[in-house]
């Protein structure tokens, strides 16, 4: 995906605020509602979508807009949910979504694609003996709103003007993103940030997919899930380029890297054995239990192990 680090920049310096920049202009308005239209004819009640526009414009002046916040503790782990008002919800599933999901993905991404369940993804690992599994860490929160900006800015082609391509991808990143602590981030709650994430990973995934091809592995992501498996017995040592080639553009889960050999593999929830993929999340909650590899001990010497890409 295109870099366009100058046109965001310029949109953050020009310190616009979303309703200004959009919202309350017509121009920046009516291409916003000619992208995100689903084509349907107006009713008797008007156009659907000005009126969430104009519902969310009041929204953000009276600054009832926006997401809720708060920690929940999910499983063993706590973490930040941040879940959009009512008419920001409907907005980004009903319009922008749609918008969203027009936008490639890889073959190999497999979470949050329809027609792919855990099971059928796995599928496409067999036959296995071998498999590295990995996490992205909070994959959600360490995806900056630059590279939000960035596919957005990318995806409105069809807009010349410089200024107003600018802020149209400035506001959609805007209201597709919250702030942590140290950056802007896709919230965990809201109905679009996985679709996002996906094609945020594009490159990630196409890059994955061919050094894996060339070593006869088989690679596939679920969501910030990711699984790599020959149908051969192989070194720990000729996987580990995947995980380097993730750890140099996005932080990697120290505590979710696993190297398995022989049957049964557990992923996802999962047990592959015999050539079949059997539910069993009980026993893969047992193995994660037992220590994860120690990568970095394996990514400190570049020469233990074999680069993905030179």
Not at 202 to 224: C, I, K, N, P, Q
Request: charged share 30%; with cysteine.
């Amino acid at each position: 995906m295109p870099v366009y680090e100058r046109e965001f920049f310029d949109y953050v310096e020009s310190n616009l605020h979303p309703t200004g920049s959009v919202l309350a202009n017509p121009c920046r308005r009516g291409s916003l509602r000619r992208l995100l239209s689903p084509g349907t004819q107006e009713d008797l009640f008007g156009d659907p979508l000005e009126v969430i526009l104009e519902r969310l414009s009041g929204d953000i002046v009276n600054r009832k807009g926006g997401y809720m916040r708060w920690r929940e503790k999910i499983g063993e782990k706590e973490r930040m949910l941040s879940v959009p008002s009512k008419t920001l919800w409907k907005f980004l599933e009903d319009y922008l979504e749609p918008f969203i999901e027009k936008q490639r993905v890889h073959g190999s991404c497999h979470g949050g694609i329809k027609g792919w369940s855990p099971k059928s993804s796995l599928e496409s690992h067999l036959p296995i003996v071998t498999a590295l599994s990995f996490d992205m860490e909070s994959a959600f929160q360490n995806m900056p709103a630059r590279k939000v900006f960035d596919f957005f800015y990318c995806s409105l082609k069809g807009i010349d003007n410089y200024e107003e391509r600018r802020d149209i991808a400035g506001f959609l990143t805007f209201i597709s993103t919250v702030r942590y602590d140290q950056q802007r981030g896709l919230p965990q709650g809201s109905p679009i940030s996985q679709a996002i994430f996906n094609r945020l990973m594009l490159e990630v995934d196409e890059t994955m997919f061919w050094a894996a091809t060339e070593r006869g592995m088989t690679y596939s992501r679920w969501v910030d899930d990711f699984t790599v498996s020959s149908p051969d017995r192989r070194d720990v040592r000729e996987f580990l380029g995947a995980v380097n080639l993730l750890a140099e553009r996005f932080p990697v889960a120290r505590d979710k890297v696993y190297f398995q050999e022989g049957e049964p593999v557990y992923l996802l929830g999962h047990k592959l054995v015999g050539g079949r993929v059997l539910k069993n999340s009980r026993e893969e909650r047992l193995r994660n239990k037992t220590p994860p590899l120690d990568y970095y001990k394996w990514l400190s010497n570049r020469r233990a192990f074999e680069p993905w890409i030179n």
